[in-house]
């Protein structure tokens, strides 16, 4: 029974979506999880045909272990492969050591920690300037060094999701947000960027034999510049030729620094003064509505071609449409427990939305956005035009509310 080992998942966007992808594919699909939960609900996994509980994913020696058993029970394991942080590298390694096509490992190791990247990448000009923070050093001894650099970035060079990424306006807001990312993670350097003012664009990419493919560029649009939570997405970002053609550029400069030869990966970017400069990039296809949203406007099944690739096969990369595609995402104001959701139907049934998602279930804290963790609801519409497609899915965003009980 040909089979694919998925190493953690999330139970709804592209790491859940390549998992359907590989049962329709035919193969059938194992998913080891470290989520308790999952196992409670088991049922609403159809297309995970095993689950298999293991506390921790980064274990390779006890991975090892259930795969030989897997094998005795008479699978054949095509491929490993995690979309999830911080398992890309641990399911590269994996592959490596059983023998399974696999992605560049020593880009996938860098791509995972950003103070690699950064240092990888120090003498492209694609690079903001940045400093690293040892864990012991000074804090006061830091921000007076830095004061007069300010606005400054600073962010767990394990972050992801926006998570633990602070903008300082101010020595005190420096200041505050290093002590509060040192009481996070006592044994972890931090990193400072200089912020880096313009529009922002997600870039997803395939490397196939070298061969640098750009699938898709969305435009983003941040609503919370103190945590950079992104509520919108457009598909196909509006770039200059000029835009366009430095872009393929330093994209192939990024990717050839950090000896990423095969692979998928997403980038962001922002147009700051007529040059590109990198935000950050990951060693893997965004999270959220990223399938949907390139699916809807290309035609193209992104975690499809990544799981080809994954099986050693050249992924099929033929738009079979051309669509603006707008994904709007939601928020709440304020800390309560959900009572209820409404208005779901109603902006399913506006002309040009392709799908309404929503994530909390009655009785689920909701908060303010501290990370991309806490959008709790998407619309994403499509037409022939951006401006048709962002008002059709703001419209339908609007009938969605969420009913709660204070806190």
């Not at 002309?351 to 279930?361: C, F, I, N, S, T």
């Not at 497609?389 to 609007?398: T, Y």
Request: hydrophobic share 40%; proline share 4%; with cysteine.
């Amino acid at each position: 029974m040909n089979t694919i080992i998925f190493i953690g998942s999330n139970k709804s966007g592209t790491s859940r979506e390549a998992i359907k992808a590989a049962e329709k594919m035919g193969f059938f699909t194992v998913l080891f999880t470290d989520r308790e939960k999952f196992i409670e609900q088991r049922e609403e996994f159809p297309d995970v045909h095993q689950m298999i509980y293991l506390e921790d994913l980064q274990n390779r020696e006890s991975l090892k272990g259930h795969l030989d058993l897997l094998k005795k029970q008479g699978k054949t394991i095509k491929a490993c492969l995690s979309l999830v942080d911080p398992f890309v590298y641990t399911a590269t390694l994996l592959s490596i050591e059983m023998g399974f096509k696999h992605a560049s490992p020593a880009a996938i190791f860098k791509m995972e920690e950003k103070t690699r990247v950064r240092k990888s990448l120090q003498n492209l000009d694609i690079n903001p300037v940045f400093t690293v923070i040892p864990p012991h050093d000074s804090f006061e001894l830091i921000t007076e060094k830095l004061a007069d650099s300010l606005p400054l970035i600073v962010k767990s060079p394990q972050s992801n999701g926006s998570k633990d990424v602070i903008l300082a306006e101010s020595k005190r807001e420096l200041e505050q947000g290093i002590k509060l990312l040192r009481q996070q993670f006592p044994e972890q350097a931090i990193l400072i960027e200089e912020y880096l003012n313009g529009p922002q664009y997600l870039i997803e990419v395939l490397v196939w034999e070298g061969k640098v493919n750009i699938v898709g560029i969305i435009e983003q649009f941040i609503s919370k510049k103190d945590r950079f939570i992104v509520t919108g997405y457009h598909y196909p970002a509006s770039l200059s030729a000029t835009q366009h053609e430095k872009l393929r550029v330093v994209i192939e400069e990024v990717l050839s620094a950090l000896d990423l030869t095969i692979g998928s990966c997403h980038l962001e970017l922002r147009w700051v003064n007529g040059e590109w400069k990198l935000i950050e990039i990951n060693p893997r296809v965004s999270g959220g509505a990223m399938n949907q949203i390139v699916q809807e406007g290309t035609g193209i099944n992104l975690v499809q071609e990544i799981i080809r690739i994954h099986l050693g096969e050249e992924p099929d990369l033929n738009q079979s449409k051309f669509r603006h595609v707008y994904a709007q995402f939601l928020t709440v104001g304020s800390r309560g427990t959900l009572l209820r959701v409404t208005g779901k139907n109603r902006a399913l049934s506006l002309e040009g939305v392709k799908e309404v998602y929503v994530k909390p279930r009655k009785g689920a804290i909701l908060t303010p956005p501290y990370s991309l963790g806490d959008r709790y609801a998407y619309v994403i519409a499509s037409a022939e035009s951006f401006h048709e497609a962002k008002k059709i899915a703001e419209q339908a965003a609007k009938e969605i509310k969420f009913l709660m009980e204070p806190l």
